[in-house]
């Protein structure tokens, strides 16, 4: 039996920390949540293993994750956030790899979608961090929308040894259908061999309240196209998913919405990509059997 993974969920507690884009239009889930939230979930669903990713720029709170994946067996990894302008930036991730939970730390994200400059990537101290989380090993997060995706590109090329993966599908607008400005930004991305997709994040770019998974499928289809079924990752975005679908909901519209794959397709899609993108030492819980990652 394949090994299962989402590549990408979070944790957090919004008493104990500032997370600026928790405004009240999502109230719902504007409240604690962690390992023990999820456990069961993963368990009903049979998932064995999940990414845990940053959702606020502040390195405590990569410190603070790292501690949570020490104490959590269903952790695999972490998608952490530092300061990639920051002139002591390898020192920094030196420094969190020393910390309990520290060799969990497998990539690097920021909230590019948030910066006002749509070039962001391409400033000069930005591009120095990207070579240092490259030079370190660590994958790279791409959190963009349309509008960053030309920048992306361009590191993309420059940085063709870095691993980059492009979360949730580069948020189209799945709400209105459309998709031709979207798709002419993306599908560049299709010839390059360092950049991966996370299938994620689409339920709450669609309508909350009425959403199909024939929305989704225009989108989906597209992106396992220019991907493939080698350079496809699921991700729940839980519970930022919650807003519009339960995590057993985003698991099987996401499985609709890609159709009936051969079996090979659907393990690396759902497991064995995560587990090769991000080096992740993991055995299955359900088997035993040692999953060694690919470089």
Known sequence: ???VVDS?????????????????AVAPIRRRYMPADLRPRL?????DYTLVVQARSDVQETRELLRLA???????GVVGWVDLTSPDLADTIDQLRELEGGAKLVGIRHQVHDESDERWLLGADVLRGLRIVQDAGLAYDLLVRTRELPAALQVAHRLDSLRFIIDHIAKPPIRTGETIEWAEALAPFAGLT??????????????WKDWRTEDLKPYVERVYEWFGEGRCLFGSDWPVCLLAASYQQVLDACRAALGPLPPRARARVFGENAISVYRLPVSSPREGAPCSPTA
């Open 43 to 47: 368990a009903a669903a049979g998932v």
């Open 1 to 3: 039996m394949s090994i």
């Open 194 to 207: 360092n950049v991966f997709c996370k299938i994620s994040g689409m339920v709450t770019e669609a309508d």
């Open 70 to 76: 020490a104490d959590t067996d269903f952790i695999a």
């Open 8 to 24: 990408h969920q979070h944790f957090w507690d919004p008493a104990l920390a500032d997370y600026p884009w928790m405004t009240d």
